[in-house]
């Protein structure tokens, strides 16, 4: 079963460009696509990245997914305040099985 | 534009089913390029998938471990509905818990099904006595 582990909080200035990154474990993380949501206080998440670096309609250029090995990364570019969320990287198996990283908050200083 | 409607009672006593209904607009249930996904979401446990139901010639229900042996799903297709009931509620249940619609398509006309792109507004279920 995967483990997704992401650091508790990140922080930045406006304008400035911050990573959140999602490192895994356990089978198949390797090689299983990674998603990413943004979840704003009080609502559900909102789905920002896909299949690892693919933005759904809608969601600005600022924000950019990698993977690399068995970590994978969001990039939030220009940041401005109503950036301030948590975010979340999530993954699947095969079995399957979906987990969530245990989220970061971002501050927006 | 798809939109998942919520419903169900917020209090639930231990030991009996928790049991929730998500209204389908904008798609149909029958999708054969979508899965309808239960999350919750506590300050205990964070996010946590809870399982899937979707149509694909034949209906297909899949679950996560930790719920498996209390957990149902049922679609209703006159009503583009979903249902999720667990039985055997514990206070470890209490969570504010979600549907979401899987299989966003990308630019080749490929759909993800474990990307999760529309969601309901959440209900906080609280299981006491």
């Known amino acids: 079963q995967s483990v997704l582990t992401q650091p508790p909080s990140a922080s930045g200035p406006p304008g400035q460009r911050v990573t959140i990154s999602c490192s895994g474990s356990g089978s198949n993380f390797g090689i299983k696509n990674v998603n990413w949501y943004q979840q704003l206080p009080g609502t559900a998440p909102k789905l920002l990245i896909f299949n690892t670096d693919q933005r759904p309609s809608g969601v600005p250029e600022r924000f950019s997914g990698s993977k690399s090995g068995t970590s994978a990364s969001l990039a939030i570019s220009g940041l401005r305040s109503e950036d301030e969320a948590d975010y979340y990287c999530?993954?699947?198996?095969?079995?399957?099985?979906?987990?969530f990283g245990g989220g970061t908050k971002l501050s927006v200083l | 534009q798809v939109q998942l409607q919520q419903s169900g009672p917020g209090l639930v006593k231990p030991a009996e089913t928790l049991s929730l209904t998500c209204d389908i607009s904008?798609?149909?249930?029958?999708?054969?390029?979508?899965?309808w996904n239960w999350i919750r979401q506590s300050p205990s446990r964070g996010l946590e998938w809870l399982g899937r139901?979707?149509?694909?010639?034949?209906?297909?229900?899949e679950s996560a471990a930790s719920v498996r042996s209390r957990i149902t799903f049922s679609p209703d297709t006159s009503r583009n509905q979903i249902s999720l009931h667990l039985s055997s509620a514990t206070p470890d249940d209490s969570a504010v818990y979600y549907c979401?619609?899987?299989?966003?398509?990308?630019?080749?006309?490929?759909?993800?099904?474990?990307?999760?792109?529309?969601w309901s507004q959440g209900t906080l279920v609280t299981v006491s006595a």
């Open positions: 139901t979707f149509y694909r010639s034949k209906w297909y229900t």
């Open positions: 904008g798609d149909s249930v029958s999708s054969r390029t979508s899965t």
């Open positions: 999530a993954t699947c198996d095969d079995s399957p099985n979906c987990v």
């Open positions: 979401a619609r899987g299989g966003v398509p990308d630019s080749r006309g490929l759909f993800h099904l474990e990307a999760f792109d529309f």
